[in-house]
């Protein structure tokens, strides 16, 4: 079984190291000194250092996203033919009412805990949201994707898919277009690794029982 939180550590990979640090110790270094060489200012975001400068504006959006009311669903699905779907679910109680008012799919997601920094971890809330929604619609999951096993987790407890999101703009700093192409990979890889070492030949054989949250590991050893 895997564990919820734990990785799995390769004998080729002994540090345990992710997609995104395998670039971060890879290139890293030549992208910080091109940063602080660099001439041209408009290029600054291409590599570390303007990533770097740039981080908290980013980040200080956060504050000012605006919740919409559930009730704005159904004005945007009479102006549009295309999927729409909520993204910040983290309850069962929020999950329902987003079905009821008819969106076509949740995102899993506490947009980085930038607004309230107690919220739940997304792979906790995961779970909970799936069986409120059972097969009405489908569910994603956003928030600590880094490793192959993580994306392995995330289908074993009910997501469809996943988001990632800061190892694809360290692949991006380090190495650009090629950079986010081999991050890819790399999750990839891991995920077809932990599904042949699981038994899986495929992403609908990833069930429930393949892994074991920490509440019930512990629970296992009273």
């Known amino acids: 079984m895997i564990s919820q939180l734990s990785d799995v550590t390769s004998p080729s990979n002994?540090?345990?190291?992710s997609a995104s640090s395998a670039f971060v110790h890879s290139g890293i270094r030549a992208s910080a000194n091109h940063a602080t060489t660099s001439g041209d200012d408009n290029d600054e975001i291409t590599n570390l250092k303007g990533l770097l400068q740039s981080e908290f504006k980013v980040k200080d959006l956060g504050k000012l996203q605006s919740?919409?009311?559930?009730?704005?669903?159904?004005?945007?699905?009479?102006?549009?033919?295309?999927?729409?779907?909520?993204?910040?679910?983290?309850?069962?109680?929020?999950?329902?009412?987003?079905?009821?008012?008819?969106?076509?799919?949740?995102?899993?997601?506490?947009?980085?805990?930038?607004?309230?920094?107690?919220?739940?971890?997304?792979?906790?809330?995961?779970?909970?949201?799936?069986?409120?929604?059972?097969?009405?619609?489908?569910?994603?999951?956003?928030?600590?994707?880094?490793?192959?096993?993580?994306?392995?987790?995330?289908?074993?407890?009910?997501?469809?898919?996943?988001?990632?999101?800061r190892p694809v703009l360290y692949g991006l700093a380090v190495k650009g277009e090629h950079g986010i192409r081999r991050v890819i990979e790399m999750l990839r890889d891991e995920l077809e690794l932990t599904m042949a070492l699981s038994?899986?030949?495929?992403?609908?054989?990833?069930?429930?029982?393949h892994i074991q949250t920490q509440h019930e590991r512990l629970k296992s050893l009273l």
């Open 14 to 17: 002994p540090s345990g190291n």
């Open 67 to 165: 919740a919409q009311p559930l009730q704005d669903i159904g004005w945007l699905k009479s102006v549009t033919n295309l999927p729409i779907l909520i993204k910040g679910v983290i309850t069962a109680e929020d999950a329902i009412k987003a079905v009821e008012v008819g969106v076509d799919g949740i995102i899993v997601s506490n947009h980085g805990a930038r607004q309230l920094d107690y919220v739940p971890a997304t792979i906790f809330a995961l779970e909970e949201v799936v069986k409120s929604v059972g097969n009405k619609v489908p569910v994603l999951f956003d928030g600590g994707i880094r490793r192959g096993t993580d994306v392995f987790k995330a289908i074993a407890l009910g997501a469809q898919a996943v988001l990632v999101g």
């Open 199 to 209: 038994g899986c030949c495929s992403t609908k054989e990833i069930t429930r029982s």
